[in-house]
């Protein structure tokens, strides 16, 4: 099969035939040319497919060939080499370098490489001098190399670029012969597409589908990929795959459980086949992704013929994303978070103030000590020798709050550190007069209860642009949002920034608050506090909360203020347990349970009597379940769930002398307020 799919792509190749020589003959050299050939040209000019042809152009030389795509790999040194470990079929404790300085030739292939940026230095600096010189190393990416690379005089006289453009008009004629494009519309075709690879390819999609009935209007058609994607579009075997089409231009990465929830389909199989076989589809590890042209033209034309359809998609897809939110963690999360972000991206409330399409070029990883010296020198830089002192102090109390970014070169792009000020103790918290105030803020307007934590993004700044958007800005942000998601027993947030005026729209979009009587000056900066209370507004409404913002293209921030739902109680342990008390004697009367404070508890997934029931009854449950609960139970079902007329009849039906039912009532309420009270913790 592997056979047959290589000849199929083989009939389907034209053209490039000085760059496929080029790579032969070096090859074939008892010593490479060039340790390094650099490929680069705009999207859809045909960088992968050259480099598949590259890889069988290897096989045919003997060359052991592997092929990676930058878009699969975590942009850091660790998520390279396990991504080069794969690629080589190697267990964990086997070094690729050795590996390779073990084969007479090898050729290492990085497709996208844009979106290793952050690791153009290491591997120009680090990884790449360690490769035996037997190995030739082939990059394809949409930008020329940097100019590191270019004025290193090892590497200027070890690399060779190869600028990638569209085909030639013999070849273009060529390839439209090859996928059976009769010979009369040639020229037309190549007047519409001038030869790029992508829009020939769909050029030829949309004859198959018409059975070559169409003609092409250069002048009437300015946009290429756009045109053609409207015919193909119109052309799709069925309403469920025009539909399945704009799912995957709607999405970041699109997969066949996430298709399937989008097409409301118990099985999307049949439609996720179709669609990886598209020419502008390409597949990866974790899902198919379209051409970011065709993307655009998908989605722009979407949005405009379709805006209910295109809302309902969002839904869907929204739902899927917060499902999964609360299934996973780590890295894994991280992704689906920025899934999930990823359909904000139009919003004019959110769009200004992300790096949407550079945020690939850092990485995150847990701070160690040798990076402290750096990340006092940004604070010292950026907010003053008092500012870095405090932060010194910090790094020694919790470490394990520290995350660096890095992007291009070795040292840290940027940094955040995050404090749990609920570990603090107050000695810690007089040497900072910023973290004091956030717990006195805590405890002026919703004290923390034993077990709840306040999170402090203390320090976070870019080395080069501070707190402007940036990608490392656009990072932390996505951070502290999987933090919020990840922290059930999280009762206060902080986020402290510079020029608050400018960042309000987007913390009000996310219903961070301006605390402004906790904000702060540190040397030439006014610094911003935005903060939010999660047990009034718990993750999975603020989610939901989001969602609903998602589409909407006029928001005003006062508005969203003002339209803010009404804030949850937050009972100290004593309250509640009044509350629980109260509320169980009130079970059989829902007229009365309507003016519990539990109603307005983060207990409750809505406010009604009908909720607070289920949601004692799912207690009782509990303790009918165990062995060791279940005359507890008992005692709680005869007072409260199907009570007796008095307690002493209650103690009579269960055959109980009165003090010992009483101990058994007692002991059932106290578990019952134990596990709500554990719910109301943790949301």
Not at 381 to 401: D, N
Not at 492 to 499: C, E, M, N, R, V
Not at 522 to 529: A, D, F, L, N, S
Not at 656 to 662: C, D, E, G, N, V
Request: proline share 7%.
């Amino acid at each position: 099969m592997g056979s047959r799919l290589l000849d199929a792509r083989r009939r389907r190749f034209v053209g490039r035939e000085a760059e496929r020589e080029l790579l032969r003959a070096a090859l074939k050299e008892a010593e490479l040319p060039f340790a390094l050939l650099h490929v680069y040209g705009p999207g859809g000019v045909g960088k992968t497919t050259l480099l598949v042809e590259f890889a069988r152009t290897a096989g045919e030389e003997g060359v052991g060939v592997v092929q990676l795509d930058a878009r699969n790999i975590d942009p850091s040194p660790d998520g390279f080499l396990f991504a080069l470990r794969q690629g080589l079929v190697l267990d964990t404790t086997t070094s690729p370098l050795e590996f390779l300085s073990q084969q007479s030739r090898s050729l290492l292939i990085l497709d996208t490489y844009e979106n290793l940026t952050p690791l153009d230095g290491w591997l120009r600096e680090t990884f790449l001098p360690q490769l035996p010189e037997s190995t030739l190393v082939v990059l394809a990416g949409r930008n020329p190399p940097s100019a590191a690379w270019r004025s290193d005089p090892g590497w200027r006289d070890l690399i060779r670029t190869l600028s990638l453009r569209n085909l030639r008009p013999e070849e273009s004629r060529e390839y439209l012969s090859r996928r059976g494009v009769p010979e009369d519309k040639h020229q037309a075709v190549l007047d519409f597409t001038h030869g790029h690879p992508l829009a020939l390819s769909l050029v030829a999609d949309v004859l198959e589908q018409r059975s070559g009935e169409w003609g092409f209007n250069p002048d009437n058609q300015p946009d290429v990929v756009k045109a053609l994607l409207d015919r193909f579009v119109q052309e799709v075997p069925s309403l469920t795959h025009r539909q399945a089409l704009e799912a995957c231009a709607l999405v970041r990465v699109t997969t066949e459980s996430l298709l399937a929830e989008c097409l409301g389909l118990e099985n999307a199989h049949e439609y996720f086949e179709w669609l990886r076989k598209l020419s502008f589809i390409q597949s990866g590890p974790i899902g198919i992704v379209p051409h970011d042209l065709a993307r655009e033209a998908l989605e722009a034309d979407l949005r405009w013929r379709n805006p209910d359809w295109n809302a309902e998609l969002h839904r869907r897809a929204r739902g899927y994303y917060t499902r999964r939110l609360q299934e996973t963690r780590g890295l894994e999360q991280q992704r689906i978070l920025f899934d999930d972000v990823y359909l904000h991206r139009h919003n004019p409330m959110v769009k200004p103030f992300l790096e949407w399409g550079e945020t690939g070029s850092v990485f995150a990883e847990r701070g160690k000590p040798e990076d402290y010296p750096a990340v006092l020198q940004m604070i010292e830089r950026h907010e003053g020798a008092e500012a870095a002192k405090i932060a010194a102090r910090w790094l020694e109390l919790q470490p394990e709050g520290l995350t660096l970014y890095r992007g291009v070169g070795a040292e840290p792009a940027g940094f955040m550190l995050m404090l749990g000020l609920h570990k603090a103790s107050p000695a810690d918290l007089d040497t900072d007069p910023v973290a004091q105030s956030m717990v006195e803020y805590a405890r002026r307007y919703g004290p923390v209860r034993p077990g709840e934590e306040i999170t402090l993004f203390r320090f976070w700044m870019a080395e080069d642009t501070y707190q402007s958007v940036s990608p490392v800005q656009s990072v932390a942000f996505l951070n502290a949002a999987q933090h919020y998601i990840s922290s059930p027993r999280l009762a206060w947030s902080f986020f402290p920034i510079s020029q608050p005026e400018f960042w309000l729209p987007a913390f009000t979009y996310m219903d961070l608050h301006h605390a402004s009587e906790a904000d702060y000056t540190v040397g030439q900066h006014r610094i911003g506090v935005f903060a939010h209370d999660w047990r009034r507004q718990p993750v999975a409404a603020w989610l939901e909360m989001l969602g609903e913002r998602e589409l909407a293209t006029e928001l005003d921030p006062a508005q969203l203020q003002v339209s803010r739902p009404a804030p949850l109680v937050v009972l100290s342990q004593p309250e509640f347990e009044e509350a629980v008390k109260n509320a169980l004697r009130d079970f059989v009367r829902p007229d009365a349970l309507a003016y519990s404070p539990l109603l307005r508890s983060r207990l409750l997934p809505e406010p009604t009597p009908k909720a607070l029931r289920s949601a004692l009854w799912e207690a009782a449950q509990t303790l009918k379940a165990s062995p060791k609960d279940e005359k507890l139970y008992r005692a709680l079902e005869r007072t409260y769930l199907e009570p007796a007329a008095t307690q002493e009849l209650a103690a009579e039906s269960l055959n109980l002398p009165f003090s010992t039912y009483r101990r058994h009532l007692v002991g059932a309420v106290e578990r019952v307020v134990e596990l709500l009270w554990q719910r109301e913790l943790s949301g």
